[in-house]
């Protein structure tokens, strides 16, 4: 088996007296997407947010064979890793074109960063015409896509996304997970933690089911998506 490029072994998470995720391994191989799902307040985001470096953790971390307890949150933004986190992040008081600059700014090279801007308005036509606007201003799906594109812009080897289809309408809801495809097929990596289970487990290869801080369920999404525990649990079937 070829070496995994994420390796999360062992995680353990602690707010005060709440133990929020225990012991949790998970992996994923380069050029993979993979879904995490599970109820609210299961750990998906602890997780993601100990990745990046955002909150304290005990347990094994390492991407592309780097112990990321030894790199600090930026540093791993520099090694490849981004995330979009839940609530997106984006800089409301700035304008769009602005936000899409902050999202390069672990590059240096001037050219490739004013291609990956003209990439960016190409991919989202909707940002493109609106790049003088505030992104505060923008409506929820467009804050998302602004969000996607400020992640893309890093050219991350491996995108984390937290719950990108949050409160979106349907039509938007479309059209992120069309992005994610479009994402996971140019070659990057791809952790997605979604409240869309069908979706989630349609566009990923594999996928981790998470409860109360545990991992109780893990397979191809091809599998799972014919599961009857997460069709009654998570699909809204049986
Ligand atoms: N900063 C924090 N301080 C204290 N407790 C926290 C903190 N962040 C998360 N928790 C708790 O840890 C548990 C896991 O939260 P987390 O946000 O990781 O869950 P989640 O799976 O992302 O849930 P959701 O689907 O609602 O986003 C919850 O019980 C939550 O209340
Ligand atoms: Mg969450």
């Given at each position: 088996?070829?070496?995994?490029l994420?390796?999360?072994?062992n995680?353990?998470?602690?707010?005060?007296?709440?133990?929020a995720?225990?012991?949790?391994?998970?992996?994923?191989?380069?050029?993979?997407?993979?879904?995490?799902?599970?109820?609210?307040?299961?750990?998906?985001?602890?997780?993601?947010?100990?990745?990046?470096?955002?909150?304290?953790?005990?347990?094994?971390?390492?991407?592309?064979?780097?112990d990321?307890?030894?790199?600090?949150?930026?540093?791993?933004?520099?090694?490849?890793?981004?995330?979009?986190?839940?609530?997106?992040?984006?800089?409301?008081?700035?304008?769009?074109?602005?936000?899409?600059?902050?999202?390069?700014?672990?590059?240096?090279?001037?050219?490739?960063?004013?291609?990956?801007?003209?990439?960016?308005?190409?991919?989202?036509?909707?940002?493109?015409?609106?790049?003088?606007?505030?992104?505060?201003?923008?409506?929820?799906?467009?804050?998302?896509?602004?969000?996607?594109?400020?992640?893309?812009?890093?050219?991350?080897?491996?995108?984390?996304?937290?719950?990108?289809?949050?409160?979106?309408?349907?039509?938007?809801?479309?059209?992120?997970?069309?992005?994610?495809?479009?994402?996971?097929?140019?070659?990057?990596?791809?952790?997605?933690?979604?409240?869309?289970?069908r979706r989630?487990?349609?566009?990923?290869?594999?996928?981790?089911?998470?409860e109360?801080?545990?991992?109780?369920?893990?397979?191809?999404?091809?599998?799972?998506?014919?599961?009857?525990?997460?069709?009654q649990?998570?699909?809204?079937?049986?």
């Amino acid at each position: 088996m070829s070496e995994a490029l994420l390796q999360v072994s062992n995680l353990d998470i602690h707010y005060g007296g709440i133990h929020a995720v225990r012991k949790l391994s998970l992996s994923l191989s380069a050029g993979e997407t993979v879904a995490l799902i599970g109820s609210n307040g299961a750990g998906k985001s602890s997780t993601l947010n100990a990745i990046m470096g955002w909150v304290k953790c005990q347990g094994g971390l390492t991407f592309s064979g780097v112990d990321l307890q030894t790199q600090a949150s930026h540093q791993r933004n520099t090694m490849g890793l981004t995330m979009v986190p839940e609530g997106r992040g984006i800089f409301g008081r700035m304008t769009i074109h602005e936000n899409l600059q902050i999202g390069a700014h672990t590059k240096t090279d001037k050219v490739q960063i004013s291609e990956d801007l003209q990439r960016m308005y190409e991919l989202f036509p909707r940002l493109a015409e609106r790049r003088s606007q505030l992104a505060g201003t923008l409506s929820g799906g467009e804050q998302q896509m602004l969000a996607m594109a400020r992640a893309l812009m890093s050219r991350p080897r491996l995108l984390l996304l937290d719950e990108p289809s949050m409160g979106l309408a349907p039509i938007f809801v479309d059209r992120i997970f069309q992005l994610i495809q479009t994402i996971a097929n140019q070659n990057t990596s791809v952790l997605l933690v979604e409240q869309n289970a069908r979706r989630a487990l349609e566009i990923s290869q594999r996928a981790y089911v998470m409860e109360t801080g545990e991992i109780t369920l893990e397979g191809a999404s091809a599998d799972l998506l014919h599961d009857d525990r997460i069709r009654q649990a998570y699909l809204g079937e049986v």
